[in-house]
């Protein structure tokens, strides 16, 4: 018994193309505004958190408030008062100036000494690269109070450590040497502290760095005859040099408003001769009772530190152009 099918036609098979002139469907409007919506969470926490007291703040830097003022609930508003008073008087160019150099000293020795580990990291087997870098997460975790703590027991005047091992070393002088007492030594102990603390941003990013440098750059330059420093110059500082920039630009701002370290070690003393901005604006403001005129510096600290910002990114982007 057979079974007779019917067979497809010979010819071409016409397939169906869709028409242009059909109208396409318009972009669904919850996929255009997911992308707000993520961001939106973020965008409110930032205007509660750091948009209204900066707006508080610039509100009170145009108040005279002092204690007075403040147990009876009035306002009282004295224009530009508190930045004339602030502006004309010697303190604040004096202590702008020592911020500005003590953030520069810090910043040079953070990426010096970071970008060092972080190249070291690379080199290290695993198992010592393992252990460098879980010592490294230990210090950058470390609270910055109980990490100035640590630093004032080490170079305590009568039991420090530091003390003691240099009088065992040979300087005798150094055994009752008390390290807040001079604005130079005070000054030294903190930026050991910061530079202590900020060294593993700095190495853990220049070694995740390393990690995406293509071995077949380096294979490329051994055979050209390149060395050990013109490998590093020609392969490796250009892949790090974004984020060289990157780093930089965040520890100007993180060393710029140091407050707990300085404070917290010997409170800006002695004499307030380690007065940074932030440590400034809190004593004239909290510890003088002058709120408005403390406002007025918090202010202008964070005018500062956009200026200084923004010449650093000014000269980053200059050369990138001229790079390119």
């Known amino acids: 018994m057979t079974v007779q099918t019917e067979r497809p036609p010979s010819g071409p098979v016409d397939v169906h193309k ?110 010592m690269r393992v252990t460098l870098m879980i010592g490294l997460v230990l210090a950058w975790a470390m609270p910055v109070v109980a990490a100035t703590t640590v630093y004032q027991w080490l170079f305590a005047q009568r039991f420090g450590v530091v003390n003691w091992v240099l009088d065992k070393l040979g300087w005798h002088s150094m055994a009752d040497y008390s390290w807040t007492s001079s604005q130079m030594s005070t000054f030294f102990v903190v930026t050991v502290l910061i530079v202590w603390m900020s060294i593993p941003f700095v190495a853990l990013n220049l070694y995740a760095a390393t990690t995406t440098i293509p071995d077949e750059l380096y294979e490329a330059a051994a055979l050209d005859g390149a060395g050990a420093w013109r490998s590093f ?50 004593i004239e403001g909290v510890g003088n009772q002058h709120y408005g005129r403390g406002a007025a510096i918090a202010v202008l600290t964070i005018l500062i530190l956009l200026a200084l910002t923004a010449y650093y990114l000014r000269i980053v982007l200059k050369q990138e152009e001229d790079e390119l």
């Open 233 to 282: 110059t020609t392969v490796t500082f250009p892949f790090l040099r974004p984020f060289l920039y990157a780093t930089t630009f965040l520890e100007i701002i993180w060393v710029f408003k140091a407050f707990v370290q300085v404070y917290a070690f010997n409170g800006g003393g002695p004499d307030r001769l380690t007065e940074i901005l932030p440590v400034y604006a809190y």
């Open 18 to 127: 869709p028409d242009d002139r059909e109208p396409r469907r318009p972009p669904q409007r919850g996929g255009a505004l997911a992308p707000y919506l993520l961001l939106l969470p973020a965008c409110v926490a930032t205007v509660l958190l750091l948009g209204w007291p900066l707006l508080k703040d610039v509100l009170l830097s145009f108040q005279n408030l002092n204690m007075a003022q403040l147990i009876q609930h009035v306002t009282e508003w004295n224009g530009i008062d508190n930045y004339k008073e602030t502006l004309t008087g010697g303190d604040f160019w004096r202590v702008t100036l020592r911020s500005i150099l003590f953030t520069a000293v810090n910043v040079v020795l953070i990426m010096i000494f970071g970008a060092l580990i972080g190249l070291l990291l690379a080199r290290l087997g695993k198992r």
